[in-house]
């Protein structure tokens, strides 16, 4: 999650290009990203992002149905962005380098205000999240390579709940997320590693 990404801006998740529908979606997107620059989640409503898209309220609630439905959309297309895992050559300095990437990632305005309208606007308990999927397949590589190596590590499920599950805490909370807090995160979940992999 280390890419700026900005809805429409070609450097998110890529889809087939095809006429209008594809044109609808790219112009929503930018409408809601343009949005949430000056204003809360909670503020923005479908009439809003409308108008901001020069498309129809009725073409954006037939396609998306509720804003609620259209900010988890937008903001997941954002906060999803595949990235390779550092290689460092021991899985202390992997897990650290990995960490403070996030850390700096989530610290930033534009980040830190996607995360916000997507929990704000998810309603419901849900089964699978994108991001935190994308962090598992991250986490299970990095054992992995620590597994190849025969060193000690913690399991990805002991990552995922004591460093990535802390760093999206304190960013959704507004709490501070730094380079000292990855570090620390890191060295407890480190500690775990108390049996070869």
């Given at each position: 999650m280390t890419t700026n990404t900005s809805p429409g801006d070609g450097s998110g998740p890529q889809r087939r290009p095809g006429g209008r529908s594809e044109r609808?979606?790219?112009?929503?997107?930018?409408?809601?990203?343009?949005?949430?620059?000056g204003q809360p989640a909670e503020s923005i409503t479908i009439p809003h992002v409308a108008d901001l898209a020069g498309v129809?309220?009725?073409?954006v609630?037939?396609?998306?149905?509720?804003?609620?439905?259209?900010?988890?959309e937008v903001a997941i297309e954002v906060l999803t962005a595949?990235?390779?895992?550092?290689?460092?050559g021991a899985v202390t300095s992997d897990l650290a380098a990995w960490a403070t990437r996030i850390a700096a990632d989530l610290a930033t305005p534009r980040r830190h205000k996607y995360l916000r309208?997507?929990?704000?606007?998810?309603?419901?308990?849900?089964?699978?999240?994108?991001?935190?999927?994308?962090?598992?397949?991250?986490?299970?590589?990095?054992?992995?390579?620590?597994?190849?190596?025969?060193?000690?590590?913690p399991t990805a499920d002991q990552i995922l709940v004591h460093v990535i599950?802390?760093?999206y805490h304190h960013a959704a909370f507004g709490m501070r997320v730094d380079?000292?807090?990855?570090?620390?995160?890191?060295?407890?979940?480190?500690?775990?590693?108390?049996?070869?992999?």
């Open positions: 609808v979606r790219v112009a929503v997107y930018t409408a809601v990203g343009a949005l949430l620059e129809t309220p009725s073409t609630y037939r396609r998306w149905g509720s804003m609620d439905v259209l900010l988890e595949e990235e390779p895992v550092p290689d460092t309208a997507m929990i704000w606007a998810r309603s419901e308990v849900v089964d699978e999240c994108p991001r935190w999927e994308i962090r598992r397949r991250q986490a299970d590589a990095i054992v992995a390579a620590a597994k190849g190596r025969g060193e000690r590590s599950a802390p760093l380079d000292a807090f990855a570090a620390r995160l890191v060295a407890d979940v480190i500690s775990m590693s108390d049996s070869p992999v």
